[in-house]
């Protein structure tokens, strides 16, 4: 039969023979097992010991008994700055337990979109006049209330352009939830520091840090660990740099929603404003799930966004948009040409099984990515790597009995999204870009002046 073999190869793909790249090893660390009965009665828990079971052999991984005390906890309480990274494969559910969990540490969190840890969530714990807060409504109904919770930092990307900023920026921890999150420049960043604890979570023995900075692996659901390593703290000195970097990073993307042409980042930003708060959005991989890292801001939808992460991961993406759209939830894909090409038998489905779905198609008739990549400029570059396939979309819509508009104005985008939203089956929404264009305005738009007399 068929054999699978993965290959890890190192970017940016192109020969690299120094032998760095193929000597193993990783710093020891430590593995955590909470005491599982302690998760249904973490308010009345003592000093409960538990065994770890099915010990590792392997000589870099060690197990330490945890000691959970309901006065003080002894993992979290000696660290005065810690940092919180929220990346994919996160639980909707879980995303409360987060939030509160790092409200109560004083944590920023570096949440990927894909975490959904930068939607809104309903709390009565954030002070009313702190300065980085949103304005509150006069509703007494706290549980009806939708509020911003100032400790998620969405814009991140963009400021930490500015490598000055990355050891100021240095915790002394780091607490990882779900997959890494995509920003490459958070992967570097944090590969950089040394002498710091990281601290990942995880139910299973799953590495998800590719950076190999791990020293203790907590073998816990997020709720088990937010439950039971809850700790209150009062400095809120570390995070508010962070608060003032999003404030700044806030205010430089959000001027992409007045950008004259059509451009990926103006598209995410009108979206944010004009979908359901009820919505899910199915976001591709390549440039699109990053601009959405740029533009999809902290705190202003209740939209659900999913993605198909990994190697494979632009495999059966319209398949997946349509399988969302099974629960009859406002649905939209957002992606670029390739992926919705190498998918695009998938909108079969939509027709014999009578499914609704809006895509919004950046079409730069190739993949863009490649343009910020160090493969741009070398030999052969359109035809190895931009891929262009030069296809009408509009033949596709009528093969597959699909709606579609080709707008010419990011002005047109509201309206036709309000048009579609009162139609059913699958609508394509066909926004052509330019692969060079559209990174100069990448450059303009997420260029955030830093001011760093203030974070020191």
């Known amino acids: 039969g068929p054999v699978h073999i993965n290959v890890p190869l190192f970017e940016p793909l192109v020969p690299e023979l120094d032998h760095k790249h193929f000597e193993a090893g990783r710093s020891p660390y430590k593995v955590f097992k909470p005491n599982y009965g302690d998760v249904f009665s973490y308010q009345n828990r003592s000093n409960n010991t538990s065994n770890p079971s099915n010990v590792s052999k392997a000589s870099n991984v060690s197990y330490t008994k945890n000691t959970t005390d309901n006065n003080s906890n002894p993992l979290l309480v000696q660290y005065k700055k810690v940092l919180i990274l929220a990346g994919p494969q996160i639980d909707v559910n879980e995303v409360e337990s ?3 969990f790092a409200e109560n540490l004083q944590a920023p969190i570096l949440a990927d979109p894909l975490s959904n840890v930068r939607r809104w969530h309903k709390t009565d714990a954030i002070d009313d006049n702190h300065e980085f807060n949103i304005n509150r409504s006069n509703d007494t109904d706290m549980t009806q209330k939708k509020q911003f919770s100032d400790v998620v930092i969405s814009t991140y990307d963009a400021f930490l352009a500015d490598k000055e900023l990355w050891p100021v920026l240095k915790p002394d921890c780091v607490i990882q939830f779900g997959q890494m999150v995509v920003s490459k420049r958070v992967q570097q ?3 950089s520091w040394d002498n710091v604890e990281y601290i990942e979570i995880n139910p299973t023995m799953d590495s998800m840090n590719p950076t190999g900075k791990t020293t203790i692996h907590m073998q816990a659901s997020i709720d088990m660990f937010t439950h039971l390593y809850a700790v209150k703290k009062e400095s809120n000195a570390y995070l508010n740099s962070w608060q003032r970097l999003e404030v700044a990073g806030k205010a430089q993307l959000s001027t992409a929603i007045e950008e004259p042409s059509c ?4 598209t995410i930003r009108e979206l944010q404003q004009h979908i359901p708060d009820n919505s899910q959005l199915l976001v591709a991989n390549s440039m699109t799930v ?3 890292d740029y533009f999809w801001f902290s705190g202003e939808s209740d939209a659900v966004l999913y993605g198909n992460r990994g190697v494979n991961g632009i495999d059966g993406t319209v398949s997946t948009a349509l399988g969302l759209a099974t629960n009859h939830q406002p649905t939209y894909l957002v992606t670029g040409d390739l992926s919705l090409f190498h998918d695009l038998n998938g909108l079969a489905v939509a027709k014999t099984h009578n499914l609704n779905l809006t895509i919004i198609l950046h079409n730069n008739d190739g993949g863009g990515i490649f343009e910020y990549l160090p493969q741009k400029g070398t030999k052969h570059f359109d035809y190895l790597f931009s891929t262009s396939q030069g296809l009408d979309y509009s033949g596709a819509a009528k093969l597959y009995g699909c709606g579609h508009t080709k707008i010419s104005s990011p002005d047109e985008l509201s309206h036709v999204l ?13 926004i052509p870009t330019d692969r060079e264009y559209s990174r100069q305005l990448h450059r303009k738009y997420t260029n955030v ?8």
């Open 98 to 100: 987060i939030h509160s």
């Open 263 to 266: 451009f990926e980042g103006r």
């Open 189 to 191: 960043m944090v590969a």
């Open 449 to 456: 002046s830093v001011d760093m007399e203030a974070l020191l």
């Open 290 to 292: 990053r601009d959405f």
């Open 418 to 430: 309000a048009k579609v939203s009162t139609e059913s089956g699958v609508h394509i929404i066909e």
